[in-house]
């Protein structure tokens, strides 16, 4: 039995090294091809046997270089094998729509978000329709940025006005404000602010007393000028006492019978 690790290798008496040449295999024409694990960028239906290979799906596939680009992109083909009848399907990058264009061996399932427009339109027509996106985002930008700049002006008006009514306001004195108060040009003001005065004065006789106090004074058209007697005024005032509850004998209803005591 062998080892499993060898530590010495056996070479023969006759062994010569320098006899031993190395072959150079041929090149491998056509493109080079690298071994990739990927998944199936899109779902597909195999057109040898119908089965549905579903996005997401994962393949040992080789990857080539096409020999095609698109504005100095290179574009890439896959080939994976079909999961039920090992048939090849192909595909190849699509950097002009950022997806994936099957070629051979499989047909795409139809997706109902994919623009199908966007294939027809030649390459003018795609580049117009991007200028004028970029453009309607451009104005749209310039336009929010218009608003701002307005809000923060407006915003700007209000606070040197709110700081100017402040220093206003603490240059003016006590006596610049009574002044002010009491300075009326109109006769008409002057005439309701005095019948307010003595509507005030009326008021205060008329709820004060000898002694200086004010007193509520409500008369009920309703009642008699009598006020009510001492037994309805004593009826309605509740009585806090304390009362003790008699306890009641329950050995009647237990059954028990108390034993008469005899005298002696």
């Not at 100095?72 to 039920?84: E, K, L, M």
């Not at 061996?105 to 199908?116: K, Q, V």
């Amino acid at each position: 039995m062998s080892e499993r690790k060898v530590l010495q290798k056996y070479y023969p008496p006759d062994f010569d090294p320098s006899k031993i040449v190395r072959h150079k295999g041929p090149k491998p024409t056509g493109p080079k091809q690298q071994t990739v694990r990927l998944m199936a960028p899109f779902s597909m239906k195999c057109l040898n046997c119908g089965e549905f290979i579903y996005k997401g799906r994962k393949f040992n596939a080789r990857k080539e270089h096409s020999g095609e680009k698109y504005y100095n992109i290179s574009i890439f083909r896959f080939y994976i094998r079909c999961t039920r009848c090992s048939s090849e399907v192909t595909f190849k990058t699509d950097p002009k729509n950022m997806d994936y264009t099957c070629e051979k061996g499989a047909i795409r399932n139809f997706e109902p978000w994919r623009d199908t427009r966007e294939k027809d339109e030649t390459e003018e027509e795609r580049l117009n329709r991007l200028e004028e996106a970029e453009n309607e985002s451009a104005m749209a930008k310039l336009e929010t940025k218009t608003l701002d700049s307005k809000r923060e002006m407006q915003i700007a008006d209000a606070l040197d006005e709110i700081r100017t009514r402040n220093a206003r306001n603490e240059r003016l004195d006590s006596a610049d404000v009574l002044d002010t108060l009491l300075e009326v040009s109109d006769p008409a003001e002057l005439e309701l602010m005095r019948q307010e005065e003595e509507d005030a004065e009326l008021a205060r006789k008329a709820f004060r007393t000898e002694e200086d106090k004010f007193v509520r004074r409500v008369i009920d058209d309703g009642a008699d000028e009598a006020g009510p007697s001492n037994e309805e005024v004593n009826a309605d005032v509740p009585s806090f006492k304390k009362t003790v509850k008699r306890r009641r004998d329950m050995s009647a209803a237990l059954g028990i019978k108390k034993k008469l005591k005899s005298l002696v």
